[in-house]
């Protein structure tokens, strides 16, 4: 993987080594397979919970207007011209954000501090439902949610919670023994969720998962790791090349507030995500996996995950 790392010099050029790239895509082509879109858009139960995908609630959706399930853009797309600057394809600016993460200071704090950050499809922000959240490593967690009058937000223990990886529920401990290669992290995170759709523990509206199901399940829980999970920078660094190593993502070109923005063919669906290569940041994403489990999607708003480690009690 040394190439890859290389590619963080590359920011002013329009393609990352194509040799490099394509090393990476064809070792992964094998297990994260590309599908055409479906008009089906399963949920899944997990542990007994089932959450369907949502279509008209503001929830989540990248900066701008975009539909989830849109055709690709044909010859005579209205979409604007982008400049040089903002022309750079998928792979690049995920080889870039992942060349940023692993750089990353080591992490260090007591607590870790989620904040999710709601915006309506003009940008405002929308107050009253902001959420915090807030783990410690032995799994100890709290929340500062919305109470039902939408007045006042309210500070709660919640208990012993794991994370969660798309469908899949991990401890922090579970977490730090993920591989950070990203050939290795993809093969655990599909057997991982193999061996929970085999055992029942996790299931659609339509019953047993396909694989086309599962292969989704395998980018979201790659895509939790790069912006919910409290992961190493080499694990997050792996994350980011094994997404860009997938056949099925491509660069729609900068956004209005920065970061690029990125479009995937999932199996049942078309989603977007907006990424800050040079903060190894994913700023916005057109779905969302609750603390509770399950999956959103949406068609207006954005929602933004902002992150840390701190020493900070939660207040």
């Known amino acids: 993987m040394d190439e890859l790392r290389e590619i963080g010099t590359l920011l002013a050029k329009p393609e990352p080594p194509r040799e490099a790239v394509d ?12 599908r055409t879109p479906s008009r089906r858009r399963p949920g899944w139960l997990a542990g007994g919970l089932a959450v369907a995908a ?20 044909s010859a005579q797309s209205t979409q604007p011209t982008q400049s040089p600057a903002s022309a750079l394809s998928a792979a690049h600016v995920l080889l870039v954000a992942a060349t940023t993460a692993e750089n990353l200071p080591e992490p260090s704090g007591a607590y870790w501090h ?19 959240y807030w783990f410690r490593r032995d799994g100890r967690s709290w929340a500062k949610l919305p109470s ?20 899949l529920e991990m401890s922090y401990e579970e977490l730090r023994r993920l591989p950070a290669d990203p050939d290795a ?12 759709v085999d055992s029942g523990d996790i299931r659609t509206s339509a019953g047993r998962p396909s694989d086309g199901d599962q292969d989704d399940y395998v980018f979201y829980a790659l895509t939790s790791l790069i912006s919910q999970a409290p992961v190493e920078p080499d694990l997050r660094a792996a994350a980011f090349r094994a997404i860009a190593s997938l056949p ?6 900068e956004t209005d507030g920065g970061g690029q923005r990125l479009q995937v063919t999932l199996s049942s669906s078309q989603v977007e995500l907006v990424v800050d290569p040079e903060a190894a940041q994913l700023r916005d994403t057109s779905f969302y996996i609750p603390w509770s489990g399950g999956l959103t999607h949406a068609t207006k708003g954005t929602v933004t995950m902002q992150t840390e480690w701190t020493d900070k009690r939660p207040r």
């Open 248 to 253: 099925n993502v491509r660069s729609l070109g």
């Open 148 to 167: 039902l009058s939408r007045k006042e937000t309210i500070l709660r223990f919640t208990g012993l919670r794991p994370f969660r990886l798309g469908p």
């Open 114 to 132: 989620v904040t999710e950050v709601y915006k309506d499809d003009s940008g405002q922000v929308i107050a009253d439902k902001q959420a915090e």
């Open 185 to 196: 992290l993809v093969e655990r995170l599909r057997t991982g969720i193999a061996d929970a």
């Open 54 to 73: 949502t279509t008209a609630a503001v929830i989540v959706v990248v900066t701008g207007s975009m539909s989830p399930t849109a055709p690709a853009p």
């Open 23 to 34: 090393r990476g895509r064809r070792r992964l082509q094998g297990t994260m397979r590309g």
